[in-house]
């Protein structure tokens, strides 16, 4: 499997713009994870959803971000508008159902992060 | 609601030391517990995981970590450091009846050569 695939890797916007991040979780996974990372903030969990339902997204900052997840295999996490302090790295992660007995059971696989940067 | 407390935010260790990364929880039941290490501009990599049995476990790169039920704790401990290791460690807890997991803030591990 070629793991949680984020898209774009690199992405460089101007205040006010709308930004889209987009993550493919890896495929049987139900749970997938949105996490913002910043050096004051650390590690944060925006979001998540399991069986494509959002469950919390408490963590989410403000109405200016919105994420869906219209099918099993794909999620998009949207800024609009942009702002220079959204400046971070998302990461998307996903893990299979709750109910699996395998060794993978309860384990986060990350993609490979967005870096966005806000001018 | 849960929360993971990872006390050293920046360690400094010449090669060959030993590290001990602490890692403090607070919940009351069951848990499952991880450390996930981030090597420099790569994404978040499961280092060792915890969920029943033997409460000391070994992880990749021999790194290993014990858990403690009365301490609420799940330390990081490496006999011997090397250079590429490097990189930010975090550790996580879920409860296992949620797939939420709880980060701590991270602790970012710099080894001198």
Known sequence: DAGVIQSPRHEVTEMGQEVTLRCKPISGHNSLFWYRQTMMRGLELLIYFNNNVPIDDSGMPEDRFSAKMPNASFSTLKIQPSEPRDSAVYFCASSLPKHYTGIDKNIQYFGAGTRLSVL | ????????????????????????????????????????????????????????????KGFEAEFIKSKFSFNLRKPSVQWSDTAEYFCAVNDGNFNKFYFGSGTKLNVKP
Not at chain 2, 23 to 29: D, F, I, P, Q, T
Not at chain 2, 39 to 48: I, K, S, T
């Open chain 2, 1 to 60: 609601a849960q929360s993971v407390s990872q006390h050293n935010h920046h360690v400094i260790l010449s090669e060959a030391a030993s590290l001990e990364l602490g890692c403090n929880y607070s919940y009351g039941g069951t848990v499952n517990l991880f450390w996930y290490v981030q090597y420099p501009g790569q994404h978040l990599q499961l280092l060792l995981k915890y969920f029943s049995g033997d409460p000391l476990v070994k992880g990749i």
